[in-house]
């Protein structure tokens, strides 16, 4: 089953910025790195603690509670092989649509 978040332009983060959206039980960060938009998980798959006050370095996202990172792109691997859940993003002109579906 498709699950899309629709993101209206007046909504997008400005470049260097992140947002945290919801869509019924999930908390996604919506970052906009050198005008590239990824969206990644708001909870660290390690301890669950909230992503959105990690430090940004390039494209890579750094957990604010035990400093593990994730590519921005795939979510990649931090120790012990935990993996950040990243989203596609397209786009319907100025609307950014993350897709939540499960792979």
């Given amino acids: 089953m498709k699950r899309l978040l629709e993101i209206p332009a007046d909504r997008l983060p400005v470049e260097g910025q992140r947002v945290l959206l919801r869509h019924e039980e999930k908390s996604v960060l919506l ?19 909230s992503l959105f006050a990690g430090k940004l370095h390039g494209t890579f996202l750094q957990c ?18 935990i993996k950040a859940k990243a989203y596609p993003i397209n786009w319907q002109g100025e609307v950014c649509i993350v897709d939540l579906s499960e792979s």
């Fill in 64 to 81: 604010p509670a035990h400093g593990l990172r994730f590519n921005l792109d795939e979510g990649c691997p931090g120790a012990m092989g």
């Fill in 31 to 49: 970052f906009n790195v050198a005008g590239t938009f990824h969206a990644i998980d708001d909870s660290c798959p390690h301890s669950g603690a």
